[in-house]
């Protein structure tokens, strides 16, 4: 939680929720508020002396040079309290402050992504640390902040807005189990940092130094990987710099080597920011502008929770109407996995009734048992096929509402001309896996059910750079 200050001539005082600490020359000493909220409880002085050794303990992972040790306050021979001592570091080395300069931010953001892979590959892993990021484990830490928010006194946050963060949860979890259980079997879970935030990261000349650990609670810090990412994601694009958080987790992956299932990172990024929507209505009856910040940290969740729901997209139409190009750019776009018909036709056994019913039928079986898996891991997918057949796009929405996918469906359209031209041009330069002729056409043309269900979009005139952003248009709405 970033501190709020006030300073004299000698002395600066900033103060969080549950610490208060005081800068003096090179050094800054911490010392935790007699406190209780329902995920700590320092109303003992042992208690807080127990965590002053647990943060400089952890911190030393990340920053052994900073955290120098615990040490006494202590007046006229009597023992007021206890706290951790810190060597000072320059606030102009922030990571935050370095967003707002002309430093070569990129630079640093692969820096620390670095040594958060680094951590991460050396951290602690356990049967128990793993249990910590189960289905039910993930569920039971929405549920508890969910709780919390609901039994503060005033209620900062928006009602209708909670109701959905509400639902989009109990939907996430209620599909995406195969993945949270693959994460656990890859070896994904450990000990992390937990809190990892642009204000706690201090960029040097000899090297990056991460602060501030979670420390008082190991359930909270043992995570999946992603939840470190994320947080740290979710934090640059609160403060304004969403290209500095797509730069950071593709550094991290880079590092890492392995992708981060994007609707994983958005719910562990939605999960992150309605913590600290919790932690500002925890302050909002003390500080005016918490209110405004919880609000804006609980609308950055939904809006996670939203991009974090998998969607199976049906591109369809005719041949020679443009739907596989449209299919290529909206994948290019977002990420999504790409799967093609033609591509299941062309290898499956020569047969001059490739196109017969009988034959469709078996190649939409696989496209849509291909698109489970990918469903099931929670990826989103994007199915480019004809799907002139109303039978076929009942079966596909069996398959979203048995993995808990948003069902999305786009037909393409174009002049007659125009698609009969495409398709000989196509044939002749034969560099796509498209077999469709002209005739085939006119026999799937005469044949294709109604689809009111779906967006449509004309591309007879228009660039394909258009159509995929009519498409990504009609798919946020």
């Known amino acids: ?30 010392i935790r508020k007699p406190v209780h909220f329902d995920f700590l409880d320092f109303r003992e002085r042992i208690a807080r002396l127990a965590d002053c050794h647990r943060e400089v303990e952890l911190n030393s992972r990340l920053s052994p040079d900073v955290y120098l040790g615990v040490a006494d306050l202590v007046m006229n021979g009597e023992l007021l309290e206890h706290m951790v001592v810190m060597r000072a570091l320059p606030e102009e080395r ?17 820096a620390v992504a670095a040594v958060l892979s680094s ?18 484990a993930v569920a039971r830490k929405w549920r508890d902040n969910l709780e ?24 996430w979890l209620n599909s995406h189990r195969a993945l949270l259980e693959a994460r656990i079997a890859e070896g994904r879970i450990c000990d992390g940092h937990g809190d990892l935030q642009a204000s706690d990261i201090y960029c040097l000349e000899d090297g990056i130094r991460i602060l501030d650990c979670l420390e008082f609670s190991d359930a909270l810090r043992w995570d999946d990987v992603c939840a470190d990412v994320a947080f740290l994601a979710m934090d640059l694009e609160r403060l304004g710099r969403a290209d500095a958080a797509g730069m950071f987790v593709r550094a991290y992956e880079h590092h890492a080597g392995a992708r981060l299932p994007p609707p994983l990172l958005h719910l562990h990024m939605a999960l992150r920011a309605y913590v600290r929507a919790k932690v500002a209505c925890l302050r909002s009856e003390q500080e005016t502008v918490a209110v405004d910040s919880a609000r804006t940290f609980q609308n950055l969740a939904l809006k996670h929770l939203r991009s974090a729901q998998s969607a199976l997209v049906l591109i369809g139409g005719l041949p020679g109407t443009g739907k596989s190009t449209l299919a290529a750019g909206l994948a290019k776009e977002t990420g999504w996995v790409l799967l093609r018909s033609d591509e299941i036709r062309q290898g499956r056994p020569l047969d001059p009734d490739r196109y017969a019913p009988e034959a469709r039928a078996a190649v939409y079986r696989e496209l849509l048992g291909n698109a489970r898996e990918h469903l099931e891991e929670g990826e989103s997918v994007i199915l480019d096929a004809s799907w002139v057949s109303a039978k076929e796009r009942a079966k596909a929405a069996s398959v979203a509402e048995e993995t808990g996918t948003e069902l999305l469906a786009i037909c393409c359209t174009c002049e007659e001309s125009v698609g009969a031209e495409r398709i000989q041009r196509r044939l002749a330069r034969g560099e796509d896996v498209s077999e469709a002729t002209v005739a085939v056409r006119n026999v799937m043309e005469a044949g294709m059910d109604p689809w009111r269900s779906a967006a449509v979009i004309d591309t007879s005139h228009t660039a394909p750079s258009v159509n995929v952003e009519r498409a990504l248009r009609t798919l946020s709405r």
């Open 94 to 110: 922030q990571l935050s402050s370095l967003l707002r300069t002309d430093e070569d931010i990129e630079a640093w953001l692969d």
């Open 1 to 30: 939680m970033e501190p709020s200050t006030s300073t004299s001539s000698s002395v600066r005082v900033a103060e969080t929720h549950i610490s208060v600490l005081v800068f003096i020359g090179d050094r800054v000493y911490k």
């Open 119 to 136: 951590f991460h590959g050396s951290a602690a892993r356990s049967a128990q640390i793993s249990a910590s990021a189960s289905p039910s």
């Open 148 to 171: 919390e928010v609901a039994r503060i006194p005033h209620p900062t946050l928006d009602p209708r807005v909670e109701t959905e963060i509400r639902s989009l949860v109990a939907r």
